[in-house]
């Protein structure tokens, strides 16, 4: 299972939160951060239509590496809407 890092445009609702029961969730000035583990690529992709349904916008994304996984596998997009 891969760890993920989804910070979004703005702070979401817990109406809105309630979309993404997988995924915990922080406020930082300006944003949302959803993180936690999912099992897949298409568990992802319905977090991103799931986000898209939502019209929220997605800032940035960042894979961490699984604890035993070797240092440096860290991945980051950022993306621009």
Known sequence: MTHYV???????S???LTAFPRLAASTEPV???LQ?????QAALT???DRLDELGIDIIDM???????????N???RQVHG
């Open 62 to 72: 960042t894979t961490l590496p699984e604890p035993n996984s070797p240092k440096g």
């Open 74 to 76: 860290r991945r980051r």
């Open 36 to 40: 936690g583990n999912l099992p897949d």
């Open 31 to 33: 944003t949302t951060v």
């Open 46 to 48: 319905a977090v991103f």
């Open 14 to 16: 817990d109406d809105l």
């Open 6 to 12: 989804i910070r979004v445009a703005g702070e979401l």
